[in-house]
């Protein structure tokens, strides 16, 4: 049995350690540190969508999520629509993609890239 332990911001979002694992992986393969930049816009087949996007420079008014080293970031207009949120890593048959949990999002749709409140 394992347990894991995420740093939890005080907005409730959390980098699982199956990202913090990819962002470590990524980085490594780049040759230099990146960061995962986690937002949300208008749009989408449910309301609104995540963008995500590896970057190597964080925004001054970004919140930084950390875990094991690894950094996301969130823009201050997307803090809200994430509260409580995981970001995680997932490696399916179906793909290997970074997800947001959202326990905000009322429906999402099938590829999970968009939701609504």
């Given at each position: 049995m394992?347990?894991?332990i995420s740093a939890r911001t005080p907005e409730g979002i959390t980098l699982s350690q199956s990202a913090a694992r990819r962002l470590a992986a990524l980085s490594q393969a780049e040759?230099?540190?990146l960061m995962l930049r986690v937002a949300v816009e208008g749009g989408g087949c449910s309301g609104f969508q995540y963008l995500m996007d590896l970057v190597e420079n964080a925004e001054a008014d970004d919140l930084k999520i950390?875990?094991?080293g690894q950094t996301a970031l969130v823009d201050a207009v997307s803090v809200p629509f994430l509260?409580?949120?995981v970001i995680d890593f997932v490696d399916e048959l179906a793909?290997?993609?970074f997800?947001?949990?959202?326990p905000n999002a009322s429906s999402s749709c099938g590829?999970?890239?968009s939701f609504s409140i």
């Open positions: 394992s347990f894991s040759g230099k540190a950390e875990l094991e509260k409580d949120s793909g290997a993609q997800v947001i949990k959202n590829c999970g890239v």
